[in-house]
């Protein structure tokens, strides 16, 4: 089947470590993202890429990392400079306008 | 840059009522999208809106593309318990390949 997956659903972390989560897509689309959201609040775009080997930052990137060596895959890092890591993190992919989201993984850092 | 403003922010409602929600901005958008964002879910694109004046139903769902190209509206006939969730709306960025979202209408539902 076509679509977004994220991995795992659900990822602990001790403060301090870098942690890196999982997004991948077989629709062939050459955009991907990466957005965050905390409790009760909307999205916010962290990192984007249009075309493999290359990426643009959102809104709220300090703290995090990517990469997008292959169309299919476009993994986050969320590293210790991160001040308020928990959230739920949001993958998405286009191959025009309309975005498609992957399932999220919910990071807890304690 | 641009924003998008929802409203209401959320809405309590019984079975079987009708809801209405609209999403409001100060500039120009050429595409107008809805989402729906189950909890703990990731969001599912509803509809997606391209022309002005644009009316497009999704079973239960009907959305409008505002003439004025600044605001679209969502509404949802005989609502159900499965229609609890976070509607968001959605717009392209000018100039930038990404899109602006609304804070979203958190929608609950009385049995």
């Known amino acids: 089947d076509g679509g977004i997956t994220q991995s795992p659903k659900y990822l602990f972390r001790k403060e301090g470590q870098n942690v890196t989560l999982s997004c991948e897509q077989n629709l062939n689309h050459d955009a991907m993202y990466w957005y965050r959201q905390d409790p009760g609040q909307g999205l916010r775009l962290i990192y984007y890429?249009?075309?493999?080997?290359?990426?643009q930052k959102g809104d709220i990137a300090e703290g995090y990392s990517v990469s997008r060596e292959k169309k299919e895959s476009f993994p986050l890092t969320v590293t210790s400079a991160q001040k308020n890591p928990t959230a739920f993190y949001l993958c998405?992919?286009?191959?025009?306008?309309?975005?498609?989201f992957g399932p999220g993984t919910r990071l807890t850092v304690l | 840059g641009q924003q998008l403003n929802q409203s209401p922010q959320s809405m309590f409602i019984q079975e079987g009522e009708d809801v209405s929600m609209n999403c409001t901005s100060s500039s120009i958008f050429n595409t107008w999208l809805w989402y729906k964002q189950d909890p703990g879910e990731g969001p599912v694109l509803l509809i997606a809106?391209?022309?002005?004046?644009e009316l497009t139903s999704n079973g239960r769902l009907t959305a409008q593309f505002g003439i004025t190209r600044k605001d679209s509206f969502l509404n949802i006939s005989a609502s159900i318990p499965s229609d609890v969730g976070i509607y968001f709306c959605?717009?392209?960025?000018?100039?930038?390949?990404?899109?602006?979202f609304g804070q979203g209408t958190r929608l609950t539902i009385n049995p």
């Open positions: 998405a992919s286009s191959m025009s306008q309309e975005q498609f």
């Open positions: 809106l391209y022309k002005a004046g």
């Open positions: 959605a717009g392209p960025d000018q100039g930038a390949q990404k899109l602006v």
């Open positions: 890429s249009q075309i493999v080997n290359d990426f």
